[in-house]
C-alpha cells in the first residue's frame, strides 16, 4: 500500500515536473511539441484535441466585442455538432445590451421570491440544492435567430439555438413553498447582471415546467450563461430565461419592463406567434459553406425542435419540397428539446435544393416562406427579404450545386 | 419522518395545528428552507415598476432639470440630440442622418428606430423610468437619485412628443401620461398544449 502510494506521488512529482519544463520552454518562446501538455489539460480539467477547431463566431449584424468592448450575440457551430447536447463552452450566448457577464460568488449568491405570496422567501444556492432537483434536456433559442438571405451557413442563420442538460429546483416547487395568493397571474423574473434584465411571463408557465437551474451538462452553468443561477422557460424565447437570476416576483398583471417592451406586438396574429417557439428544424450537414466531394452516399443530418412540446416526425425533401420523405429519429426525443435526424441518401451530382420540416407532438408543422406570406397577406416572396413576424421557424433550404458546393437557398 | 411528525402533533397545542391549517389550507410551506427577508430587503431589490406605478418612489423633475443631466449623463453615449451615439436612439429625429463623425446607432431586434425609440413606443411611461433606473448611466447603474430618473423621464418624454416641457413628473402623474402606443400590443394568451394560430398544414 505505502509503495504504491510513493510511486504515485513520485509520478505526480514527474508530472508537475514535465509541465514546469513545459512552462520554461513556452517562456523562452521554444514552441512546445503539441503532445506536451500541461498539468491542467492532462489532470485537473480535460480540452478537447488540438485538431478541433470549431468555436462560435458573432452574429453577422454586429461584431463581438463590440464598440463598447462588450460579447453582444454569439453563434453555436451547430455545423460541427453530433448528438444533441451543445457543448457549454460552444453554448450560444445572448444579452441584453451585450451585458458584461457578472462575477458572482456563488457562496453571496441569494435568490428572492417574492410578491404576491403567503411567505416571501429568500435563498442561499446551498439552500436550493436541498431541493429535490430535477435534470432535463431543453433548447434555449433566441428571438434574434433568424435566418437571411445573406447568411452563408448554418451557423449564421441557425446559431441562436443551443440544447442542455439543465438542474435545477422546479419553479413550482418553491412558489408552492411560498404560496402563491388569488388573483396572481404573471411573474416577474431580474437577473443580477449590471443591467438587472427582467421579463414577465405567464404564471400559468411558471407553475408548469420551469425549473430554477444550477446545472449545465453536469457543471455548474458556465457565467456566460447565467452563472450561478438562472431560469428556463422551456419552449419561449431566450429572453425569458432570465440569466443570474436574483428575484422572481409574483405579481397580478404584465409588468412591461423593458425586455417586454421590445417583444410586444399591436397585431394578435402576430402577437400569437410569440413567446413560444413553433415546430422548427434544419439541416447541419450538408449546409451553407460546406462541400461535397463528389457523388456518392452521405448523411444528411440535422436538429428539430419545438417550444410546443416533443418532435413527432421530421420530413426531409431532396427535390426543393416536391416530394418528402421521413427521416430517422437518431437519438432520443425529449420535449422543447434538440432532436437528431438524419437520413442515408445518394447524391448523383446532380444540383437539388435539401430541406427539412418539423411536426410536433401537438400537430404544428413548420411552416415555408411562401405560407407564411399567404397567412399575412403578402406576395408569395414578401419574406425572402423581410423579417418575418414573430418567432422565425421557417423552412431552411439549402442549395447544392453540381460541383457539391452548398449555399443558403432562401432566395 | 411520519414518526417524528406524529411525536411533534402530540406536545403542539391543538390550536396550533388548527391554526397552521387554517393558514395554510391552500398551500403550506413542504420544505421550509429559506429565509424570510425583512421588509427592507424587499424594499431594496424591488425594482420593477408596473404600469400602475405602486413601486416609484417619492420625487420629482422635470424636461428642464432633466436636459442638464442628459447633457452630463447620457450624451456621450445616446449623442447630443440623442441620435447618432454608439448606444441606442432614444429621440425621434426628423432628419435621420447621422452626424458629422457619429454613425447609425445599433439596430438589433428589435429595432429601435424613430418609432420605437421608448418614449414613444413603450405603452406605458413607468417602463422608461424603471430601464433608466435599472440600467443607467452605463457603468454607473444605481447611482442616479429618483429625482434624477424623474428628471431624465420627464426630458425624453418631452423631446419625443409626448409632454410640455413644463410638466413636473413625480410618483402620482407618471403612470397617468398616455402614451401614443398605449394600445400597441396584444398581450400573449398562453397555455399549456395550445397549438399556434396557425394553418398546421404541410
Known amino acids: ?276 417557439w413553433g415546430p422548427k428544424s434544419v439541416i447541419t450537414f450538408p449546409s451553407g459553406g460546406q462541400t461535397l466531394p463528389g457523388p456518392g452516399l452521405y448523411q444528411i443530418t440535422g436538429l428539430a425542435w419545438s417550444g410546443g412540446g416533443a418532435v413527432r416526425k421530421v420530413e426531409i425533401s431532396t427535390d426543393g419540397g416536391h416530394t418528402w420523405k421521413d427521416a430517422e429519429i437518431r437519438g432520443q426525443v425529449h420535449r422543447m428539446a434538440h432532436t437528431r435526424f438524419g437520413m442515408t441518401w445518394k447524391w448523383e451530382g446532380q444540383q437539388c435544393v435539401l430541406q427539412s420540416r418539423c411536426t410536433d407532438e401537438l400537430g404544428q408543422v413548420q411552416p415555408t416562406r411562401a405560407q407564411l406570406a399567404k397567412f399575412f397577406n403578402q406576395p408569395a416572396d414578401y419574406y425572402h427579404t423581410h423579417g418575418v413576424p414573430g418567432t422565425d421557424n421557417m423552412i431552411q433550404p439549402w442549395r447544392i450545386a453540381a460541383d457539391g458546393s452548398v449555399s443558403n437557398a432562401i432566395a | 419522518m411520519g414518526a417524528c411528525r406524529m411525536r411533534l402533533r402530540s406536545v403542539v397545542p391543538l390550536w396550533v395545528i388548527l391554526g397552521l391549517s387554517q393558514a395554510g389550507t391552500a398551500q403550506s410551506p413542504t420544505y421550509g428552507l429559506g429565509k424570510s427577508p425583512s421588509a427592507e430587503t424587499i424594499r431594496a431589490w424591488d425594482i420593477a415598476i408596473s404600469p400602475m406605478g405602486k413601486e416609484l418612489p417619492p420625487g420629482s423633475g422635470s424636461a428642464k432639470e432633466g436636459a442638464q443631466l442628459y447633457a452630463q449623463k447620457c450624451a456621450a453615449c445616446h449623442g447630443a440630440t440623442g441620435y447618432g451615439g454608439r448606444a441606442p436612439q432614444l429621440i425621434r429625429t426628423e432628419n435621420p442622418t447621422p452626424p458629422p463623425g457619429g454613425k447609425a446607432p445599433p439596430c438589433l431586434s428589435p429595432c429601435i428606430r424613430n418609432e420605437t425609440v421608448m418614449g414613444i413606443y413603450s405603452p406605458y411611461a413607468t417602463t422608461i423610468w424603471d430601464y433608466i433606473n435599472r440600467g443607467m448611466p452605463f457603468g454607473k447603474e444605481g447611482t442616479l437619485t429618483a429625482n434624477e430618473v424623474y428628471a431624465l423621464t420627464a426630458f425624453l418624454l418631452y423631446k419625443n412628443g409626448v409632454i410640455p416641457e413644463e410638466q413636473v413628473v413625480d410618483a402620482q402623474s407618471l403612470p397617468q401620461i398616455k402614451m401614443p402606443n398605449r394600445d400597441g400590443y396584444v398581450l400573449p394568451d398562453w397555455k399549456h398544449g395550445n397549438p399556434r394560430p396557425f394553418p398546421n398544414k404541410p
Open chain 1, 1 to 276: 500500500m505505502d509503495s504504491k502510494k510513493a510511486s504515485r506521488r513520485k509520478f505526480l512529482k514527474g508530472g508537475a515536473a514535465a509541465a514546469a519544463v513545459g512552462a520554461i520552454q513556452s517562456a523562452s518562446a521554444q514552441t512546445p511539441p503539441a503532445a506536451k501538455r500541461s498539468l491542467k489539460d492532462e489532470v485537473a480539467y480535460g480540452e478537447r484535441s488540438h485538431y478541433v477547431t470549431s468555436v462560435r463566431v458573432a452574429v453577422l449584424e454586429r461584431p463581438s466585442p463590440d464598440e463598447f468592448g462588450l460579447t453582444f450575440h454569439v453563434l453555436t457551430p451547430l455545423q460541427d455538432q453530433v448528438g444533441i447536447i451543445t457543448p457549454s463552452s460552444l453554448h450560444f450566448v445572448g444579452t441584453h445590451r451585450g451585458a458584461i457577464v457578472p462575477d458572482i460568488d456563488p457562496r453571496e449568491y441569494r435568490f428572492l421570491l417574492h410578491g404576491m405570496v403567503d411567505r416571501p422567501l429568500e435563498f442561499t444556492l446551498e439552500e436550493l440544492k436541498r431541493f429535490p432537483s430535477v435534470s432535463r434536456v431543453h433548447f434555449l433559442e433566441c428571438l434574434g435567430n433568424r435566418a437571411k438571405v445573406d447568411h452563408k451557413t448554418v451557423q449564421q442563420t441557425h446559431g441562436l439555438t443551443s440544447c442542455s442538460e439543465w438542474t435545477g429546483v422546479p419553479l413550482s416547487v418553491l412558489l408552492k413553498e411560498v404560496g402563491v395568493q388569488k388573483g396572481a397571474n404573471w411573474v416577474v423574473s431580474e437577473g443580477a447582471e449590471e443591467v438587472k434584465g427582467a421579463g414577465s411571463i405567464p404564471l400559468a408557465k411558471a407553475m408548469d415546467d420551469c425549473l430554477v437551474a444550477y446545472g449545465q451538462n453536469g457543471e455548474p452553468i458556465r457565467p456566460q450563461n447565467g452563472f450561478p443561477v438562472r431560469l428556463i422557460v422551456p419552449g419561449f424565447e431566450g429572453i425569458y430565461n432570465t440569466k443570474w437570476l436574483r428575484r422572481i416576483k409574483v405579481v397580478d398583471h404584465y409588468y412591461m419592463t423593458y425586455n417586454d417592451y421590445g417583444h410586444i406586438s399591436k397585431d394578435p396574429k402576430v402577437a400569437a406567434l410569440n413567446l413560444q
